[in-house]
């Protein structure tokens, strides 16, 4: 790099000198007198019309390595100053980003929290109310076994907590559930009507009504203490029958009390 530089300059300098010689007329005029004492005395010396070089090249060039000496190090404080300020640009970002994970990271949470507790809303609203048939009018049973029943036309079913292609009731929540069953049939002088309130598999409270003729309802219902997943269901009873149509008689309905 510096004999890169030194090139350039060494040709300005030596072109400089050459064009004030140049300057210099190649045959001076010399008066009569002059030469005839030059030719007399003592022959002039060569060195008397040689011009001297206006500065020296070599003082030059030791100012031209102060200079560039000079610049090295101003060129490596710059570096210096570049690295640390490239190293302090890194650490800030690298503590923006060190945020960013912690502020997403803690979104995140809130985000899971609040999910939780609109589920938690939501688990607290449940209620529910179906009938027999999902349409038309006709009787189920009677049967030789108990029969898990299928409530399918359903009109309320807030918080989807009954299923009605099973007929289950499941607890979303812990809780205190209020259930009613309404249970309708045509008088038979073999069949009665009836059916079971059970819960997890236990029977609570029964519907039942037999008749010879007319037409004939019987009711009942009951407050249960639910934990989560406790399932709740009507069970025909069995030599049974059920009837409903489009006036909805037979129906299953509950709904959350409270939560405990």
């Known amino acids: ?37 030059s030719r007399g005395g003592e022959p002039a010396n060569a060195s008397d019309h040689q011009p001297a070089c206006p500065q020296d090249i070599h003082a030059v060039l030791r100012e031209m390595s102060v200079l560039l000496a000079e610049q090295r190090v ?24 060190r945020d ?11 985000k899971t929290e609040m999910d939780n507790l609109k589920q938690q809303l939501q688990a607290k609203q449940v209620a529910f109310s179906a009938s027999l048939l999902a349409s038309g009018t006709g009787d189920v049973g009677p049967f030789n076994t108990q029969t898990a029943l299928v409530f399918r036309h359903v009109v309320t079913n807030i918080g989807n907590a009954y299923n009605p292609n099973t007929g289950f009731f499941i607890a979303p929540v812990r809780g205190a559930y209020h259930f009613e069953l309404y249970i309708g049939a045509y008088g038979h002088n073999s069949y009665p009507s009836g059916a079971w309130l059970v819960k997890n598999g236990e029977h609570i409270f029964m519907a039942y009504e037999h ?10 219902g009951a ?8 399932v709740v269901f009507l069970r025909q009873q069995h030599t049974t029958r059920i009837h409903d149509n489009g006036n909805h008689h037979s129906t299953f309905s509950g709904h959350l009390l409270f939560t405990m």
């Open 100 to 110: 960013n994970e912690a502020q997403a990271a803690k979104l995140e949470v809130q």
């Open 211 to 220: 008749q010879t003729n007319g037409y004939g309802t019987s009711a009942n």
């Open 74 to 97: 101003e060129i490596s404080h710059l570096q210096r100053d570049n690295e640390v300020q490239v190293d302090n640009l890194k650490q800030e970002i690298s503590h923006l980003q």
């Open 223 to 230: 407050t249960l203490l639910l934990e989560v997943g406790d």
């Open 1 to 37: 790099m510096e004999m890169t530089m030194f090139i350039p300059l060494l040709l300005l300098i030596c072109s400089f000198s050459t064009a004030q010689l140049q300057e210099e007329p190649d045959n001076e005029m010399i008066p009569h007198g002059k030469q005839t004492e």
